[in-house]
């Protein structure tokens, strides 16, 4: 805003010049010839056709600018929409790693994981089958955990009160009971 108020200023100041270099001009009991107005004419007009160039220069540097940042928040936005995307889906094949170990021990890691994935879903991602296939393979494992910690009557723990946070938050985005309730197993340990 500041940049287009130093626009109207200098060219309020360039028309200024002109007027004066005019009235002096004529005020002045000079011999004129037309070599004189010629030379006075095309002054006049490159003033003029600079000042022109100027405020092009400055219109197409805004509107450019305008461009670049609608399109720099584009890329932004699809950047992260692919950064989550990558995200979700190696924290879900190493919790299926780990899952598959069939060990109940470590149901508390891959709850952690699993939980660390869904907090990267977005639901745009439904869109892509492997994401799709794994988000359904995620909330399965978590349902069959849940099944699991209810029979055995365990408790998980978690090492942090904003990781606790985070499983609770990531458990919601799936509007499933049996994995809010799991993400409820975990107590912070703080």
């Not at 003033?47 to 509107?63: A, D, E, F, N």
Request: aromatic share 14%.
């Amino acid at each position: 805003m500041k940049k287009h108020y130093l626009n109207i200023i200098s060219i309020v100041v360039s028309f200024i010049a002109v007027f004066f270099s005019c009235f002096v001009f004529f005020c002045t009991d000079i011999d004129v010839s037309a070599s004189d107005w010629t030379l006075t004419a095309f002054s006049t007009i490159i003033t003029i056709l600079i000042g022109w160039q100027v405020i092009q220069y400055v219109y197409q540097k805004s509107t450019i600018r305008g461009i670049i940042d609608k399109e720099l928040h584009v890329y932004e936005a699809k950047t992260d929409f692919l950064l989550n995307k990558q995200l979700f889906q190696s924290l879900g094949q190493l919790g299926i790693a780990i899952y598959y170990q069939e060990n109940p021990e470590l149901y508390a890691i891959v709850c952690q994981t699993y939980f660390n994935a869904l907090a990267c879903w977005d639901d745009k991602m439904k869109d892509d089958k492997s994401a799709n296939e794994g988000y359904d393979t995620i909330t399965s494992h978590l349902r069959e955990i849940e099944k699991f910690a209810n029979a055995h009557q365990c408790v998980f723990s978690s090492s942090d009160k904003e990781s606790y946070k985070l499983f609770i938050k990531s458990a919601l985005k799936t509007k499933d009971d049996e994995i809010i309730s799991l993400a409820m197993r975990f107590k912070h340990s703080c």
